[in-house]
RNA sequence: GCCCGCUUGGCGGAACUGGUAGACGCAACGGACUUAAAAUCCGUUUUCCGUAAGGAAGUGGGGGUUCGAGUCCCUCAGCGGGCACCA
């Protein structure tokens, strides 16, 4: 209620900003001088700032309007130091979310897909963002796929894309695939259904050919946050170690086992084998224990959150397998829920001494704990944990005495001397497997022949297109359903054959389209000299959870690119800037059911109430904001309210772009009341400006000094902070510098006179237009032309700061005691030692706290502080 | 479970490579203007003791290094992100 008549307020006083008439002036200004286009090759030094595109759900959230707003203000700030700026727009169009409105609204997901995309650009649009729209791009688009579909086929001839057997979480109502995030509790999200582990055949790429490289190349990302570069480091999970092959007794064949510790194979307690693994299999055809053993892991999902968490369970089989070094010393082999097939060997040895997963595993079964590496060389017992650090070898033969890492060497040259096993480099980074039993995405261009088997889609004959008439009334793929489209003749032989009615993860598009936007029109995926000149993409923004899959993707794909001479570079990205998540308080009715913040209103005293029928609100959690928890604030009707530039300034205003940020409404009320003061400042200046093409008075003293001083301080601030992405403390610099401004017009102008203040008034002024410029584009557009300028702001130039205003001549130094502040005292820049050493101590603060004391030792450090130690 | 982060006033945050903790903003409180309200303007605001001058404590808890620690090290706790078919 109260924001009707605020919003009454704001329409129809005369002495406020009218940015709807402002934004809307500009944003057609900007569309008509094509002020954003850029040539697929420029000249000049270039700037590639990307944000990731989103997936066109339909309206934008929050989240997007921080990550585009991050990328604005770069665009524009690089664009204003006179870069040429590529800064694009597309659709990541494929994806699950299409299917289920399907299903869920009987609307085609093409269509669905379509509209989404018209109303999110239209609010993108009113978001002032300084794109090149004319290089929009859709992935679901046969123009934008049939390149991808191209590179298929030459990742299957450059040998990078082949075909093998994985597992997937399988429907049995539904008849389909489940995501990982589709099952719920091990049941499908739908049907309720307990979800199978079902093999299939599948293609998929071999980014681990690639392991090395991208894990040496992190290195030179130096623009990339440390911790991103760590996950990836981690996710590649590059490990030295061992196969072992153990000899099972009754058997011909051996147990393969993958280690990294093959020093503490002289307190190995058992082996364990993944459920999956073919020994398993074939020891359940004549077991039907271990096979309901099986069929239990196997209910199990396949994400490794699910495995790692359950509890860990094994079934002895029985077999017994030979220990490699000790005469007549076998060891149980199990099947254990916790080891992976997809990991080096699908087998295990288990050492519970030295490997906690392992100890819990032998406490559970009562297998035996043999300490055999020491951490202080003496003989221990192990109670509840396991000494995984390093150590001295004990009770392990001719390891005995040695330190872990030589012994690790030792018993690597035994097993490979024997026969018996290999050093390897092992990574825990797996084969990207790239088809999705899915309609809504790219169809893979390959065709199943009986005769011929799998044939490759001849490229005339791309793109392979998606049908679009297509029904989701039956469970499964509708591509399997569709009457006619997988027909087709075997290329190669002529006769009846179907299409693979498998498409592309959607992480496919997503790996390259950062190419394609430097020449979206181009007849091949990318015209090697837009791609030359623009990439790599010099900053790269978007959210930490793409930290490792996306980003590690694009990297392999590139490479992947390279090797196929499609030409490009080989690190897509220079600069990558993650940012947070925006987060809401969460609401919650008398009932408990969960409440959108404008259902809910602050009573004075501050409780909490429904807005609907006064019943009292609990206010839980600040939170990611949600659908699901409906801590959700639509950015449409911020911008209706208040504006593109609130919205984009309190984006920019409270948190670094890294962290989470709290949307408050106090906030956006904060930052509009702002830019109405800026506004009214400008348009009525409290003295006379000094004319645009004024003279510098040359001479400046007092406050006008001051304020010139504050202004170059502000100009050098500001830009260092926004080449630092420190965009918060920018704003807060600006703040100062108008609030300084703002108090000249009130009164303190001693030893200034008239003119010199109007020039210095008209300086400050310009110089916050313009260094706003890049955050709210369009007030500051509008400050420019209400202090008589005739040119759009877009171009820059950015204002530079004059050296000789930025240092001051006396410094505040602080005055401690033994670490404790006492005094400040002013000195004059770059004071001697001694000076400022005798200044301190002559201070009466310091001799009062001193008393009779001696004094120790005087520490200083030059302009900042002074530490008498006594 | 594994990997990666984060934790500073009532709140969001600032503090460059170890050097005056709390910039800037929000909220709150007091005041001006107004018949009144809104808007705007001025002021106060880390906590505790004190009329004041001033003093003490203080950056999630505990310990350490240092003349000096929000910042570095160890440890514990809480919260969040990722975990390969969400994007």
């Not at 759900?57 to 990328?71: A, D, F, K, P, Q």
């Not at 869920?104 to 650009?121: A, L, Y």
């Not at 959210?543 to 980003?551: D, T």
């Not at 409270?654 to 702002?674: F, I, N």
């Amino acid at each position: 209620m109260a924001r009707a008549v605020h919003k009454m307020t704001r329409d129809n006083s005369k002495e406020r900003y009218n940015f709807r008439e402002t934004e809307t002036k500009w944003q057609r200004a900007w569309e008509e001088g094509a002020c954003f286009a850029v040539d697929d090759v420029a000249t000049g030094p270039k700037f590639y700032v990307l944000e990731m595109f989103p997936y066109p759900s339909g309206r934008i959230h929050m989240g997007h309007v921080r990550n585009y707003t991050l990328g604005d203000v770069v665009a524009r700030f690089k664009r204003a130091q006179g870069f040429s700026v590529l800064h694009p727009m597309g659709w990541d169009a494929f994806g699950m979310p299409a299917e289920n409105a399907a299903i869920e609204n009987k609307v085609p997901p093409g269509q669905w897909t379509r509209q989404n995309i018209e109303s999110m650009r239209e609010q993108l649009k009113a978001m002032g963002l300084s794109y090149d729209w004319s290089r929009e791009i859709a992935t679901c688009d046969p123009g934008y796929y049939r390149f991808e579909q191209k590179m298929f086929l030459d990742f299957l001839e450059g040998g990078i894309a082949y075909r093998k057997e994985s597992t997937v979480n399988w429907d049995p109502v539904d008849q389909t695939v489940l995501a990982n995030e589709q099952v719920v509790d091990g049941c499908g999200w739908r049907s309720g259904a307990p979800v199978e582990r079902r093999k299939l055949a599948q293609w998929f790429l071999r980014i681990t050919d690639f392991a090395d490289d991208l894990l040496e190349s992190l290195e030179s990302l130096k623009a990339w946050p440390d911790q991103v570069r760590l996950m990836q480091e981690k996710w590649i999970g590059r490990s030295e170690g061992a196969h072992v092959l153990f000899a099972i007794e009754g058997r011909d064949d051996r147990l393969k086992v993958f280690t990294t510790r093959p020093d503490t194979l002289f307190g190995a307690s058992f082996c364990a084998m993944a459920p999956d693994h073919p020994l398993a299999a074939e020891l359940a055809a004549n077991d039907k224990q271990l096979s309901e053993f099986i069929e239990k892991c196997q209910a199990m999902g396949t994400s490794e959150a699910v495995i790692e968490t359950a509890e860990k369970e094994g079934y002895d089989t029985g077999i017994k397998i030979v220990h490699p070094f000790v005469e007549g010393k076998t060891l149980p082999l199990y099947v254990a829920n916790f080891v992976l097939m997809e990991y080096g060997s699908g087998a295990i040895f288990g050492c519970p001494a030295h490997d906690q997963r392992d100890l819990e595993f032998a406490r559970k079964y009562n297998l035996p704990v043999i300490p055999v590496v020491s951490p202080d060389g003496k003989p221990f017992e192990v109670e509840d944990t396991a000494a995984a650090g390093d150590g001295v070898l004990m009770e392990s033969d001719f390891l005995n005495g040695l330190k872990k890492d030589d012994a690790i060497a030792a018993a690597t040259k035994r097993l490979s001397e024997a026969g018996q096993g290999e050093a390897i480099t092992l990574y825990r980074l797996r084969d990207w497997g790239v088809s999705r039993q899915r309609y809504w995405g790219c169809p893979i261009p390959v065709i199943h022949c009986e005769t011929c088997g799998i044939v490759p889609v001849p490229e005339s004959d791309l793109p392979v297109t998606l049908p679009e008439d297509v029904s989701f009334d039956q469970p499964g793929n509708p591509l399997e359903h569709h009457p006619n489209w997988k027909d087709v003749d075997c290329p190669t032989c002529g006769k009846p054959a179907r299409r693979e009615t498998d498409t592309f993860d959607t992480f496919f598009e997503s790996s390259w389209y950062f190419a394609r936007f430097c020449s979206p029109h181009a007849q091949t995926a990318f015209d090697a000299k837009a791609a030359q000149y623009w990439m790599p993409v010099d900053q790269y923004i978007g959210g930490i959870e793409h930290a490792v899959l996306h980003l590690l993707y694009s990297r392999f794909f590139t490479r992947a690119l390279l090797k196929c001479g499609y030409g490009g570079v080989k690190e897509p990205f220079t600069g990558l800037l993650t940012q947070g998540m925006v987060c809401h308080e969460t609401y919650r009715d008398e009932a408990g059911d969960w409440l959108f913040p404008d259902e809910v209103r602050h009573q004075d005293g501050g409780a909490l109430v429904k807005t609907s029928d006064g019943s009292p609100v609990t206010a839980g959690r600040v939170e990611k904001m949600s659908k699901s928890r409906k801590n959700v604030v639509d950015p449409a009707a911020i911008i209706e309210e208040y504006g593109a530039d609130t919205a984009r300034l309190f984006m920019l205003s409270d948190s670094p772009p890294e962290r989470d940020l709290e949307w408050s409404d106090t906030g956006v009320e904060g930052v509009w009341r702002y830019l109405n003061k800026l506004w009214r400042m400008m348009t009525e200046p409290p003295l006379p400006l000094a004319a645009g093409d004024a003279e510098s008075p040359g001479d400046f003293s007092g406050t006008a000094l001051e304020t010139r001083r504050l202004t170059h301080k502000t100009i050098a601030a500001v830009t260092a902070d926004l080449e630092g992405f420190r965009f918060n403390r920018a704003v807060a610099r600006i703040r100062e510098l108008t609030n300084h401004l703002f108090a000249l017009e009130t009164g303190g102008e001693a030893g200034s006179d008239a003119a010199s203040l109007g020039w210095v008034l008209r300086e400050g002024y310009e110089a916050v237009a313009r260094l706003l410029a890049p955050m709210t584009p369009h007030l500051a557009e509008e400050l420019w032309a209400l202090l008589g300028h005739g040119e759009s702001l877009v171009a820059g130039p950015w204002p530079e700061a004059d050296s000789g205003l930025i240092v001051d001549e006396e410094v505040t130094v602080a005055v401690q005691v033994n670490g404790k502040l006492r005094a400040t005292i002013q000195l004059p820049r770059d004071t001697d030692q001694e000076a400022a050493e005798s200044a301190a101590l002559e201070l009466p603060e310091v001799s009062r706290v001193l008393g009779d004391k001696p004094v120790r030792r005087v520490i200083v450090v030059a302009n900042r502080i002074i530490n008498v130690v006594a």
